[in-house]
């Protein structure tokens, strides 16, 4: 099997075309065609985390299944996100010492969330959450670098574990080559077009479009697929359809870049309401703080950024002085950021030789392709570095100052928490990202319940349809903290898959 690289995919989706905005063509259908094509267990929408994981545990319950994915290639955001997955009470926290709780990791993602958050979905989510990393290790092969743990925003203690390459293309190829060995494989560019319903209200199938051309709305060849026990929606999020974005909030234009693939298009979210599905928190939708306007779409700018976040400052470059929190959650930091931007000021992520020197070990080779790349900029004295970005050079010197005194103190003036292994940025040579915010997630999605099962806008459930990732909303509220979106769909994927695969069968 072919695995994939994180430049590969970014690669083969740009190819595509970028997508302008997708015409309400999709449409549901309560007419059940008078021949079914072909008839499988269990149909799965989309190839990410989530859908992985549902084809992986509804295989292993003896489903049939079929995994359908409308681009040329598997694993959607999963395959390009940063690679990390939060895990509280991980084995690595115990051999750091660092005391950590799923209660407390629920009170993390509730008050980052304004409480927008289902109770009930945090707590599962939380309490899964150690037993899913020990799956995605045991069962999938998943390897996890064994000496660091990162603190994102909005966390109150470092809980995220970091994959071995420091990409989720990790999870998803491991997911990929544990579902070759159960016989499934991901049926590419195969576009669901319509839930097909019968009489009684049952999910009973899908129509689909084989040899689907992104974003063609009318290629493919129509084809009928029955579902006999369920349907399982892991389509993900919509944060490259500027169209249907601006629908719950008109200032996302397409003049904001998106760090999502090419393919995070509405599709799957209006056929999924056309059926009547009941769709929640739409309109959070979550701008990445740290990624850099020097390249396009998630690139690789924003992980020098989130290190600094732990082990340098972000300054604001008109003032030389530190501007945010840089470990507040990502709602805090990006809109501190756009209104700097919005005023004309650049704002950086600074970090010396030291701060470099611990992000190679998280990220091999990672800095010198950013040099490469010119996302990640190279001085030899704080002065060069002052003067190339017309910072005032003694406010910014202060600023050092002050970060490394609460290297000593421990104690942090904006209340940053300082990290165990933070060190005094004191030699260069210098790095600095410029910094500027990027569409990134759907927070809001369909509201399913316990077992994945999604609701109706009446209020009852929707027999044989299940859900779950970015799909689906009530977990994070109005802010999602970094590394819980990767927990959410691996945990909730393997629900849905589970439930599906029992779904009495309706032929």
Known sequence: MNKLSRRGFVQVLTATAAVSALPSWVVASTKVPAKWDEAVDVVIIGSGFAGLAAAYEAKKAGATVALLEKMRVAGGNSAINGGILAVPGSPLQKKLGIKD????????????????????????????????????????????????????????????????????????NKELAALEKLGVKPRLRTLMEEIIVNDEGRVVGVKIREGYRFPNKDSGKVKYLAAKRAVVLCYGGFSADAQFRQIYDPKLTNKFDTTNQPGATSEGWRAAMAIGAHVIQADQIQILPQTSPDEKGFGIGFAWSGHVSMFGVWVDATTGKRFVNELANRKVRSLAILERLNQGHDCLAIGDAGTAASFEEIRPGMLKRQLERGVVFEFKTLEDLAKKFNIPVEALKQTIAEANKAVDTRKDPIGRPVNAKAKKLENGPWYVARMSPKIHHCM??????????VYHVQGHLIPGLYAAGEATGGVHGAVRLGSCGTADALINGRIAGKQAAAQKPWM
């Open 444 to 453: 809001g999605g369909l509201y399913t319940n316990e077992k994945a099962q």
């Open 101 to 172: 709780s799923p209660e407390l990791m629920a009170k993390d993602m509730i008050k980052a969330g304004d409480a927008m958050n289902h109770p009930d979905k945090v707590k599962a989510l939380c309490e899964a959450a150690v037993e899913t990393y020990r799956w995605t290790v045991d069962e999938l092969g998943v390897q996890y670098q064994d000496k660091n743990i990162k603190q994102e925003g909005g966390h109150t203690v470092p809980r995220s574990l970091f994959t071995i390459n420091g990409s989720g293309s990790e999870i998803v």
